[in-house]
């Protein structure tokens, strides 16, 4: 009899501790009702990196969860971090790394009763500066290593590598102060403007796997509802493509009021977790 698969959850909470209590407490219907077993969130909201009052916002999401939980301080940002997971599950290793990131990089090793440990990690890309989104990712490939059973949840801020998937943007629907800040710098002027893909094109070359286009489901955007254009800016990377089984958003009408984000989940097979897929790396999904 297979074992049962492992749901993840990856969601931007829109400055979850500022927002109004009756939001919050949409939160957690909307997670309690996806059945996670290990949860990915961005913006967790205090001021100055209180350290304190994170931990006690993070606490009270795993309680209503059941969840056990790790705080991760975004020392650069008043938008912090948190990882969830069963609490069934042994906790082999835990870390929150600064490293000079926008918004910092948390890492729990979990044994999650398969053959090989799962390793969860949350990031959150800086929002404005390409150059430092391509940094951050260069601090992901060198702190995640390809060896681990990787699952990496993020608010991306950025584009996918592949461009017959993320397809480019109208730039010219856009206003200019947006689209100065994504895309990629060149020295004319008038040169054509192109989306700066290299944060993920970084990570698709260090051996990671963006579970949407691996998976080959339709694309479907994660922010805009409330404002801007519709982005997948939310991406669950994985060093086992091998063992994802589902992917999807959660686009309903709950989710858009909850958030700018809408959650997205992966399902994993805990028994693919040892399967390395050499033959894989480099490549997620279509090439357009």
Known sequence: MSAPLIRAVSWNLLSYGKSAVSTRRGQHELLRFLRPDVVCLQEIYTVGADV?????????IAEALGMAAFAVPARHSDCHLAILWRPEYDVLSKRAYDLLMWHGLGIVRLDV???VPLTVAVTHLGPWNPGKQLDDAFTLTGQLPLSDAVLLGTDW?????????????????????????????????SAPWVADRRPAQLMQRSGFHDAAPTLR??????????????RREDIFWTTRPAALRGYQVIDTP???????????????DPQALDATDAGHRGRSGPTG
């Open 157 to 189: 801020n950025s584009f996918g590598a592949d461009p017959g998937y993320d397809v480019e943007p109208d730039w010219s629907a856009l206003p200019p102060e947006w689209t100065a800040r994504h895309v990629r710098w060149n020295d004319d002027p």
């Open 113 to 115: 009763g398969a053959d």
């Open 52 to 60: 304190a009052e994170l931990g006690q916002l993070v606490s009270s």
């Open 254 to 268: 709950a989710a858009r009021q909850l958030s700018d984000h809408l959650p997205i989940v992966v399902d994993l």
């Open 217 to 230: 489901v339709p694309w479907k955007a994660t922010g805009g509802h409330h404002g801007g254009w519709g």
